[in-house]
């Protein structure tokens, strides 16, 4: 016996050359495209005779044979389980039934199985089925069981090592549907056996009469090749007749009344009225109704992009049955384009698609570009474009929420709300006032000149008109408010005043003039009227005014003198008459630029102090917490007064003292000291014994009384001596060029004096004593 599971008799080789025009590999059918289908399915539109050829039925799945019952049959030759094939045509059988046939060579009978009865076996040759998911085919194949494995002719699959059992399905149907549900499709057409390759199988076969002429059902069933429904009748006969379906005997099809239920029941991705259109052999145009199109931001008619005109905005077929039609424009923009405005899409949608037929829907709308709201209208139509409004038709794939009235009402709402949807930083005013082509007269900044502008034309009233063209410019309704909001760093006097056009003459406030350590006036210096206090217009806001000199002072310059500083803020002042350190000198000058006492220093105080003071020995007592700690408060006291301290302090330039007296021939130890800061002594030897104490005191208070007199040396004089040890010799204790043999005062209290050279000799033993004696001998 020859067991055979049923399945759509299609040739293999017939299958790989049959390719779908919707398959897209990993793509759902409802994605197809209306275009695609119509161009790769196009039917004829009129009707003809011409016979169908004859169709190899594609069928979504196979049926699965159940072996047990079917071979307990066979081999026990039951009468009762072998049957005389039904009278044509067949009974309609449901892809549900589970039902097999066994066909019997020679004898063109069939075994009818019911899955069931007393001749069932326990064993199974029902066919199971897996995903080939290493064939790339995105079809299933069926598993070898234990009666096909061993058969060569076979074209079972071994199940893979990899895979379970679990994964299995009973049906190709179940497993195209678990495995390739996103490419339906090509799984239900592809995953058929290729065992079968008719063989025979015809209408002698099922105890058919071949002379028997057999017209069919007449009812509809499924062409999944062309992806319509035709109809059980011979395909040689025309009226969309498909074929016989008995010349399908291996397959289960399901049949329909109608083309309309068929069309429903398997193709239910496709567009219902196009595929009833398709299988019954008449034109489709489209329902008519809209659908949305998103990349025209608009909604189009169902019917072909071919009879679009300025008119019919025809968007193409729609062909799948997931796209959503609407009876009218209106109620497709509100369902699917609720983010555009109703009104421009209704306009939009109804229409042509070359935008030939949209004259605008003369509302107004934001415009980015410029900062305005535009008339959605002809810019050709010069009555209504010619009254300060700007017209301009919304380019076609650009889209607006909101549409506003052409009225000025409308312009405010544009301008406050739309604009601020689509651009940030417009003012509202400017919007307003450029859409109605007005001018808005408020006030904008003009950073570069530090003023504020009124926004009006240069031939109006106001002085400082200039015509913003600025949209990001804020607008004020003041030049005060202007000037607060952007140049809150200006005095904001003279800010409104230099955007006014309004001349400025200052606060006639006093503020600190750093420059001349004092206060001037808030005033120009060309208006001062003589008291000398003007200093200027102050420009800043950052400067403090005060409303009088002591003020000023107190304030703003309390780190002055205040009395000295109201005097030196008065121009017309000779000064204060009082008395301030001079610390570089160490002495106290007289604030007066009148007559100056005798002995005095006067001038006038060109920089900051803070105390004057009545007298020059309150001037040197207070200041002495100032002045170095060793100036002698009489050394400040005398050179204030213009005398000396007649007090000693070491000589700059010589290893001596001298007194601070005046220097006269008969006064040859008087000298002025040059650094203030020397410390003084009331007599030469506390000086000699405090400065000089590497000196001799004795030797040291004789130069200090004589000054320079000991430079000429008496031959009377006899002096001592000590060794220089640089110079390996004796030399004599007196200043150097007094005599050859003089090597200077000795240095310190250390150096050994001799009253003979040849005393100091013997110091030297390692010198011919003669040698040391001749070379260091005053003659």
């Known amino acids: 016996f020859l067991f055979r599971t049923t399945r759509p008799p299609m040739l293999h080789r017939e299958r790989q050359s049959t390719t779908s025009p919707f398959h897209r590999p990993q793509t759902s059918p409802s994605n197809f495209r209306a275009t695609e289908y119509m161009k790769s399915n196009t039917k004829t539109t009129t009707a003809t005779t011409t016979p ?126 678990r495995y390739y549900f996103w490419d339906l499709d090509t799984c239900r057409i592809g995953s058929v056996d290729d065992d ?35 109809r059980d009748c011979p395909a040689t006969r025309g009226d969309n007749c498909g074929d016989l379906v008995s010349s399908f005997p291996d397959a289960n099809i399901r049949l329909h009344a109608t083309a ?36 025209r931001g608009r909604c189009v008619r169902d019917c072909a992009e071919e009879e679009a005109s300025s008119t019919s905005s025809c968007g193409g077929i729609a062909a799948e049955s997931s796209t959503r039609l609407y009876s009218d424009a209106s109620e497709c923009c509100a369902g699917q384009l609720s983010y555009i405005d109703p009104l421009l899409c209704t306009t939009r949608s109804e229409s042509g698609l070359d935008g030939e037929g949209y004259g605008g829907t003369f509302r107004l709308y ?6 305005t709201c535009v008339i959605d209208h002809d810019p050709a139509n010069t009555i209504v474009c010619s009254i300060g409004y700007a017209c301009r038709l919304l380019p076609p794939a650009s889209w607006v929420s909101k549409l506003y009235p052409v009225s000025p009402t409308g312009v405010a709402r544009c301008c406050d709300e739309g604009l601020a949807s689509v ?85 006639g406030k006093y503020y600190v003039n750093y420059r001349e350590s004092k206060c001037s006036r808030d005033c120009p210096v060309s208006n001062d009227d003589g008291d000398g206090d003007c200093g200027g217009v102050v420009g800043d806001s950052s400067t403090s005014l005060y409303d009088d000199v002591p003020s000023c002072c107190a304030v703003g ?131 000699c014994a405090a400065e000089l104490e590497n000196l001799d005191r004795d030797t040291c208070e004789e130069l200090s009384a004589d000054g320079n007199a000991l430079m000429v040396a008496p031959a009377s004089v006899a002096y001592e001596y000590y060794v220089d040890w640089i110079h390996q010799t004796c030399v004599m204790n007196c200043p150097e060029g007094i005599h050859t043999t003089c090597g200077g005062i000795a240095n310190g209290q250390w150096t050994d004096l001799y009253s003979d050279v040849e005393e100091c000799c013997d110091k030297l033993h390692y010198i011919d004593r003669d040698d040391c004696v001749k070379g260091s001998s005053y003659i």
């Open 52 to 177: 169908r050829r004859r169709r190899r039925l594609l069928r979504p799945r196979s049926l699965v044979l159940t072996a047990a019952p079917l071979a307990a049959a066979v081999r026990n030759h039951t009468p009762a389980a072998v049957a005389a094939p039904p009278p044509f045509p067949q009974r309609r059988i449901d892809d549900e039934d589970d039902a097999a046939v066994v066909l019997l060579p020679h004898s063109g009978r069939r075994i009818q199985n019911s899955g069931g009865g007393a001749g069932s076996s326990s064993s199974s040759v029902r066919r199971r089925w897996f995903p080939n998911w290493t064939g790339g085919t995105n079809t299933c194949v069926s598993a070898c069981n234990a009666i096909n494995v061993s058969d060569p002719n076979s074209s079972c699959h071994p199940l893979p090592s990899y895979m379970s059992e679990d994964v299995v399905r009973p049906t190709s149907e179940e497993c195209c549907n």
């Open 196 to 230: 079968d390759d008719d063989d025979g199988v015809d209408g002698a076969s099922l105890g058919k009469d071949s002379a028997e002429e057999d017209e069919g059902s007449g009812e509809w069933y499924a062409d999944y090749a062309s992806f319509e429904c035709v």
């Open 423 to 507: 651009s940030t930083g417009v003012d509202p005013g400017y919007c307003r006032a450029k859409t109605m082509g007005v001018a808005s007269r408020k006030w904008f900044v003009n950073y570069a000149k530090a003023v504020c502008h009124q926004d009006c034309k240069a031939d109006d009233d106001s002085p400082n008109c200039v015509v913003n063209t600025d949209p990001s410019a804020s607008l004020h309704d003041t030049p005060e408010e202007c000037c607060s909001s952007k140049l809150s760093y200006r005095s904001q006097a003279k800010c409104a005043a230099d955007s006014t056009g309004v001349p400025y003459d200052g606060s």
């Open 557 to 687: 310059m309390s780190y002055v003198n205040t009395e000295l500083c109201v005097d030196r803020s008065d121009d017309t002042s000779t000064g204060t008459g009082k008395y301030y350190l001079s610390v570089g000198d160490s002495t106290c000058v007289k604030d007066t630029s009148s007559t100056c006492p005798s002995g005095e220093t006067c001038q006038r105080v060109g920089r900051w102090v803070t105390t004057v003071y009545d007298t020059i020995d309150e001037c040197c007592d207070d200041g002495a917490n100032i002045l170095p700690g060793s100036v002698n408060l009489d050394y400040c006291r005398a050179v204030s007064t213009g005398s000396t301290t007649e007090k000693w302090f070491r000589h700059a330039d010589a290893d001596r003292c001298a007194k601070h007296c005046v220097y006269t021939a008969a006064s040859p130890e008087c000298d002025i000291p040059s650094d203030p800061s020397s410390p003084q002594y009331r007599t030469a030897r506390k000086c």
């Open 366 to 371: 934001p415009s980015s570009a410029d900062g």
């Open 260 to 295: 309309s239920e068929c069309c429903g029941a398997k193709f239910p991705y496709l567009s219902l009225g196009m595929c009833v259109a398709r299988s019954e052999g008449t034109e489709y145009t489209g329902s008519r109704n809209y659908y949305v199109d998103y990349v």
